[in-house]
């Protein structure tokens, strides 16, 4: 009864044994915003923030909006998920097939922190192939000139977020090129995104609302450091509904349940603690999948697939743990044809919807 809220690990030892567990101790509800007034949010993508002389999405210009919405006395900048993508190859720059849900979207640093280059042509759309290339050059350059109070901070970034160092070589080692100078400019990248994130949250401005995807790329990270936590062989989607009336493939792996627990749902603490660093308020994509999933084995069409259920309980409390200590609001996005299965459990911790 004295353990405070969090996520704690109780390891027992006897003799040459050791064995440990995961002790959840969350709120008695969701953490959400206050109730004595009425809240305002705006909704923008950070690939539309830019400005004639300045063509390149940023952190920056997200910062810019969230100060321009406090002086407006707006509470809330909600945008799509800002975690890093594939812009080489697999090419596949949707922010809800992200290569880790750890890891930020080095694109969207600002331009004038980096090596200059020359800046893509202004186009209707985003060209993110040539975005993300030339944005590569520019660490890689950054990497190689770094001055000693950059690679101090390198050290002190790497100490406290363990896993930028796997991430790094993973992302080097994807075309074979373990040179040492590209993977510092992974940790680079993180480091500068986990600054200019910050650097929103330290200024008078709305508070972030960032967005979780309910899962990533096949090919991402995530499946490259959690081999076990994944299930072979299958993707994650829907079955037909009146919109969709052959299913929908999502095309990401889905955890499996049994995993999650001996984990202690690791996985869901870090991904929380993290966004937590920078968001006022976190949105979870189809907030159906802690309670289940649909699962399409590998080969068959979406419409033959099956509901695989999940411990929703365990799962929302250690949300709420996670959540609680890393002082963010939670909402779920409960949008379409949800079971009252699930409305009940959500109601029950008052989670937002």
Known sequence: ?????????????????????????????????????AWSSLFVPAYALWERDDPL????????????????????????????????????PSPYSPISRLHWNEAYLDDRSLPSAPVPELADVVDWRAVGVRRRDQLVEAARTADGETLARLDRFISTHPDVADYARFMAGRAGDHDPIVERSHVLAQMFCDEQLGAIAATPSAGLSLDLPIG??????????????????????????????????????????????????????????????????????????????????DGNSADRGVYVRYPHDELLAVIAASAAVAGVAVVGENLGTVPPEVVAALDGVEMLG
């Open 216 to 297: 990533s790329h096949p090919d991402g990270y995530e499946a490259w450091a959690h081999p076990a936590l994944f299930a072979p062989g299958t993707s994650v989607g829907a079955p037909p509904d009146t919109f969709f009336t052959s299913g929908q493939d999502w095309g990401f792996p889905p955890q499996l349940p049994g995993q999650m627990r001996n984990t202690g749902y690791d996985l869901w603490r870090q991904m929380i603690a993290r966004t937590g660093r920078h968001a006022a308020m976190l949105r979870i994509d189809h907030v159906m999948a802690v309670h289940r999933l649909w699962w399409i084995p």
């Open 1 to 37: 009864p004295d353990l405070p809220v969090g996520c704690h690990s109780l390891t027992v030892e006897s003799g040459p044994d050791v064995e440990e567990c995961t002790i959840v101790v969350p709120p008695p509800t969701m953490p959400g915003l206050p109730t004595d007034r």
């Open 57 to 92: 999405p940023s952190f920056r210009h997200l910062g810019q909006t969230a100060e321009l919405l406090q002086r407006q006395d707006i509470d809330m900048l909600a945008t799509l998920p800002l975690y890093a993508t594939f812009l080489d190859d697999p090419f596949d």
